[in-house]
């Protein structure tokens, strides 16, 4: 099961649900992996919640085109058919621009003198940290690089790779509805659209609402911070049958203890609500968690 926790716009509490929710199903599954990949690599911030060992410490790259000069005879074909603008030619240079380019291979497949290869350019860097048998995977695009795609495609790529398919994967997915959250969910079983009860949050979730049908996801909605507010995230959901699937409230007391880094699973009405999200997830997937016994 692979489920992405996403939301139209930063400051939701995605990161907060991501990391409480893969912390309480590793307490409870039997037998299974749990895997929380933070994918909002432009500022993964997962980590300030979840610790332990790391076992894992890698850089990431994406091939770029490296000029050969004495190869080169100036004939614009790499430019012509480089649909990024990545590549500029002057009378006397060739310049690669790695910001832009798709490393999409077009320009040094087509270069007809084979004045142009492919070079590896570090992109970011992949943290894995496990504790028992929640493991912790984080992307983070290094600075200055401006595609965030390349990275969450390879952070994805680490987990399917080092974990089965039986695993429990949970995905923390960047805000909004652009590329990098598509690359996101665009393999998932399951979108959870954290929301909350104010008016920039019903615009942003309808956004998200039409992006997820857009591409035929299966979704429900969380609402965080409920309790403040009107009604209408409520009945947005009801007119549009879409499934709300909790409703975190809003207390002093979670405040509290977000800002000091700590997780709420030791707040009963966060605890309690986040075993009625998982029953819920089950539901509407038909999966069953294999959890243990709460009696």
Same mark, same amino acid.
């Given at each position: 099961?692979?489920?992405?926790?996403?939301?139209?716009?930063?400051?939701?509490?995605?990161?907060?649900?991501?990391?409480?929710?893969?912390?309480?199903?590793?307490?409870?599954?039997?037998?299974?992996?749990?895997?929380?990949?933070?994918?909002?690599?432009?500022?993964?911030?997962?980590?300030?919640?979840?610790?332990?060992?790391?076992?894992?410490?890698?850089?990431?790259?994406?091939?770029?085109?490296?000029?050969?000069?004495?190869?080169?005879?100036?004939?614009?074909?790499?430019?012509?058919?480089?649909?990024?603008?990545?590549?500029?030619?002057?009378?006397?240079?060739?310049?690669?621009?790695?910001?832009?380019?798709?490393?999409?291979?077009?320009?040094?497949?087509?270069? %007809? !003198? +084979?004045? =142009?290869?492919?070079? $590896?350019?570090?992109? @970011?860097?992949?943290?894995?940290?496990?504790? *028992?048998?929640?493991?912790?995977?984080?992307?983070?695009?290094?600075?200055?690089?401006?595609?965030?795609?390349?990275?969450?495609?390879?952070?994805?790529?680490?987990?399917?790779?080092?974990? %089965? !398919? +039986?695993? =429990?994967?949970?995905? $923390?997915?960047?805000? @909004?509805?652009?590329?990098?959250?598509?690359? *996101?969910?665009?393999?998932?079983?399951?979108?959870?659209?954290?929301?909350?009860?104010?008016?920039?949050?019903?615009?942003?979730?309808?956004?998200?609402?039409?992006?997820?049908?857009?591409?035929?996801?299966?979704?429900?909605?969380?609402?965080?911070?409920?309790?403040?507010?009107?009604?209408?995230?409520?009945?947005?959901?009801?007119?549009?049958?879409?499934?709300?699937?909790?409703?975190?409230?809003?207390?002093?007391?979670?405040?509290?203890?977000?800002?000091?880094?700590?997780?709420?699973?030791?707040?009963?009405?966060?605890?309690?609500?986040?075993?009625?999200?998982?029953?819920?997830?089950?539901?509407?997937?038909?999966?069953?968690?294999?959890?243990?016994?709460?009696?």
């Amino acid at each position: 099961m692979k489920i992405t926790i996403a939301s139209g716009k930063g400051g939701t509490g995605k990161t907060t649900l991501s990391a409480n929710l893969a912390t309480l199903l590793s307490n409870l599954v039997t037998n299974t992996n749990v895997v929380l990949a933070d994918l909002d690599v432009e500022e993964p911030n997962s980590g300030i919640f979840i610790k332990g060992e790391k076992v894992k410490d890698e850089k990431k790259y994406k091939p770029i085109p490296e000029w050969i000069p004495e190869k080169c005879t100036f004939c614009n074909k790499c430019k012509e058919v480089c649909n990024f603008n990545a590549i500029i030619m002057l009378p006397e240079n060739v310049l690669v621009f790695p910001e832009l380019c798709h490393s999409c291979y077009a320009c040094v497949d087509l270069c %007809p !003198e +084979d004045a =142009l290869k492919m070079k $590896d350019h570090q992109i @970011g860097n992949l943290t894995h940290f496990k504790q *028992s048998n929640l493991n912790f995977i984080e992307g983070e695009l290094a600075i200055g690089e401006q595609q965030a795609v390349p990275m969450i495609a390879q952070t994805i790529d680490y987990t399917n790779k080092n974990y %089965p !398919e +039986d695993s =429990l994967f949970i995905y $923390d997915a960047p805000p @909004g509805t652009s590329c990098p959250v598509i690359e *996101s969910v665009k393999d998932t079983d399951f979108v959870v659209l954290v929301t909350e009860p104010t008016p920039f949050g019903l615009h942003d979730l309808k956004l998200s609402v039409e992006t997820m049908k857009k591409i035929g996801k299966k979704f429900g909605v969380v609402i965080n911070r409920h309790g403040i507010g009107k009604k209408d995230v409520e009945t947005f959901c009801r007119e549009e049958n879409i499934p709300v699937l909790g409703r975190i409230p809003n207390m002093e007391k979670i405040a509290k203890e977000y800002a000091k880094g700590e997780l709420l699973l030791k707040i009963p009405e966060v605890k309690e609500e986040l075993m009625h999200i998982i029953q819920n997830i089950e539901s509407e997937t038909n999966s069953h968690f294999n959890l243990r016994d709460q009696s």
